[in-house]
């Protein structure tokens, strides 16, 4: 496996419910902690990628506007979109233009205020978050396309309620212990109850999927430094996370388009093919893993596209909490989607961010045990786009 | 024009294949199917990917499928809030084609299961506006 392109430093903004500043101020927070994390000024920054979905955004073009309040001009800076994993697409574009001896030092930068505007245009936009000609005259909405997927797992694969359940109770675990996340709340299967009357995790949104099967919206901001092997070495970088395999893909938006629900979201397991074979790795070669839970469901599916489990059995995973802390695959212990909240463009950012503290060792409350390889699985969409990227020491 | 009334309601009201929505007023749910290659398209298009022909005649989809899967909505999008709960779902044709729509009204939740025998047909709003859903086999 090459080790090419490193990621020099890593910063993210709290995630939180209605930020009070603008999407300026909200870059420049995961930036300047990216920029401290590496030591380096913005003369040693050749290029930056700004990630973000925009139809929350009230500036258009924000990457120059964004570029001109971090010190990044007169470099040039562009703006990339692949919805929520925006900021891996971000990554890859700049894995390629270091590769290609273009460039040296890249930031990329995710980010994303939901509430820049109201919570009625945002549930109107999340509804066109799909194919708008011949599925949102329905009607649809993001968690009843991962409902549709829940239901077929449900019927065929043998998966239970409480298997979705104990998803956000093992994101909670560690939600508790991540100061970033916006949901710091413990989860107990009491929270699920439908017979409780407290329990506000167990008010159903799209069937089979509950209020607490749900990642929330936040804002928020993600940076990660990429540098080629030849800087790392230059600016004396003590612990350079190297890039070992990136895999990417795209699908059918309209689901009349599509495999089986029940054989889970197709691109991530075309992105993960694709990454593993890069990396010349496997899925018993990765030793913790962040990924994209919007939707319990989607975690389930995500142990099964990467290969942690056959297709249809990765609920035995967290039944058996494998994916725990201590668990053979350590999955999301920094809280997911679920708890952390989940602002768009700064999503796959803070995955990243999780993975490569975790390879250094600074994970704090959250750290694994020695792991020497890390996977970010970000997905776009309702799997409109997939990304895998595979992390190493 | 005229793809504005396709649907609860339309986000698109230009498409080369707005005649879909005269189709539905005829009671007929078509696809596209291309003059060179053969290629069958639900939903339809106006051009073919596998050949790069734009030439298209339409074909009636199938009546009979099977429910791959379904989900019931309590919640909706800006626009669509005095509709819930409502059950949308996909239909297995079994010869390459599915299709997305609204489960009809008068299938009761208890009823729907993955799997079963469903039909398709068309409909109309109070409002005018033109759709298609899934029904009891």
């Keep these: 496996m090459a080790k090419d392109v490193a990621v020099i430093g890593v910063g993210q903004s709290h995630f939180v419910r209605g930020y009070e500043g603008s999407i300026r101020e909200l870059a420049f927070e995961a930036f300047r902690e990216a920029m401290q994390d590496a030591g380096i000024t913005q003369k040693q920054v ?13 500036q258009r073009s924000p990457a120059g506007v964004l570029a001109e309040y971090l010190g990044l001009i007169p470099q040039p800076t562009f703006y990339v979109e692949t919805v929520c994993s925006s900021s891996s697409t971000g990554v890859k574009i700049g894995y390629g233009l270091i590769k290609s001896g273009l460039h040296d030092v890249i930031v990329v930068l995710g980010f994303q205020k939901m509430s820049e505007i109201t919570s009625a245009e945002s549930q ?172 319990t469901i989607a975690e389930i599916m995500a142990y099964e596209a990467l290969g942690f ?29 679920l708890s952390k909240g989940h602002p768009i463009g700064a999503t796959g950012g803070s995955q990243i961010r999780t993975i490569v503290l975790q390879l250094r060792g600074e994970a704090g409350p959250m750290q694994v045990k020695d792991p020497e390889i890390g996977l970010v699985h970000n997905i776009g969409g309702v799997g409109l786009y997939g990304n895998v990227t595979i992390f190493g020491r | 024009m005229g793809f504005e009334k396709f649907g609860r309601k339309s986000f698109t009201a230009m498409t080369k294949t707005a005649k879909f929505v005269d189709f539905l007023a005829e009671g007929k749910i078509n696809g596209t199917v291309c003059k060179k290659c053969g290629t069958k398209y639900f939903p339809p298009r106006a051009d073919c990917a596998n050949c790069f022909s734009n030439e298209m005649d339409w074909f009636e989809m199938p009546k009979k499928g099977r429910l791959e899967t379904f ?4 919640y909706a999008p800006f626009g669509f809030e005095a509709d819930p709960p409502y059950t949308m779902g996909v239909v297995d044709f079994g010869n390459g084609l599915k299709l997305f729509a609204r489960l009809a009204k008068d299938i009761k939740p208890e009823d729907v299961k993955v799997g079963m025998d469903v039909t398709v047909r068309t409909l109309k709003y109070d409002d005018g506006q033109l759709s298609f859903e899934i029904a009891k086999a």
């Design chain 1, 124 to 295: 109107e936009r999340m509804g066109r978050g799909a194919d708008i000609q011949w599925e949102a005259p329905f009607g649809t909405m993001m968690p009843a396309y991962y409902a549709l997927y829940a239901q077929a797992y449900m019927a065929k694969n043998g998966l239970t309620h409480d298997d979705l359940m104990n998803v956000r109770v093992k994101a909670a675990t560690y939600g508790q212990i991540n100061e970033r996340a916006v949901y710091r709340k413990g989860v107990k299967p009491e929270d699920f109850d439908p017979k409780n009357p407290e329990a506000k995790l167990a008010a159903p949104v799209a069937l089979p999927l509950r209020v607490g099967d749900c990642c929330a919206n936040a804002d928020g901001s993600s940076c990660i430094i990429l540098a080629s092997k030849k800087k790392v070495k230059e600016l004396g970088i003590k612990k350079p996370v190297y890039i070992l395999g990136l895999g990417a893909a795209s699908e059918a938006v309209n689901m009349a388009a599509r495999p089986d629900c029940a054989q889970g979201i197709k691109v991530a397991k075309v992105a993960a093919d694709v990454a593993y074979k890069m990396a010349g790795a496997g899925p018993q070669d990765i030793d913790v893993a962040e990924v994209h839970d919007c939707f």
């Design chain 1, 309 to 337: 489990a056959p297709v249809g059995e990765g609920k035995q995973l967290i039944r058996e909490k494998a994916t725990y802390r201590e668990g053979k695959i350590p999955v999301n212990v920094d809280g997911g989607l």
């Design chain 1, 46 to 58: 050749d290029a930056s990628i700004f990630c973000s979905a925009p139809e929350y955004d009230k």
């Design chain 2, 71 to 74: 989900t019931t909505a309590m």
